[in-house]
């Protein structure tokens, strides 16, 4: 009987936690001044893969917590779905680090050859 309590608790917390999930990567998607730093300072494209793949990753968190309280395995074009989005948002990371990084290294140098 224990087990069985535990099994709901570890389904229903994914099934509770994706729409948060993807309510959040819908409100930076509407307002794409709010995003978190960790995506931002890059190109707007980041700013929107990063939004869309936190949309799709808590859709797809949403039906493994389904999937599980229901009994049934999780269908792979699911999984395959929940790893584009991780792909997108770890891509989308990067890409704003490295802009991040290129924009500091530019300021710390000051005014090129040809300014004055």
């Known amino acids: 009987m224990v087990e069985s309590v535990v099994d709901v608790v570890v389904n229903a917390v994914p099934l509770l936690m994706g729409p948060l999930i993807a309510g959040a990567g819908w409100s930076t998607l509407r307002r794409p001044d709010e995003i978190p730093h960790v995506a931002s300072g890059g190109p707007r494209w980041t700013q929107r893969c990063w939004s869309v793949g936190f ?62």
């Open 55 to 116: 949309v799709l990753l808590g859709v797809t968190v949403t039906a493994l917590g389904g999937f599980g309280l229901a009994g049934r395995e999780e269908v792979w074009p699911v999984g395959l779905v929940r790893l584009l989005a991780v792909g997108l948002i770890v891509s989308s990371m990067t890409v704003a680090a490295v802009c991040r990084a290129r924009n500091r290294r530019r300021s710390a140098r000051g005014p090129g050859l040809g300014a004055g």
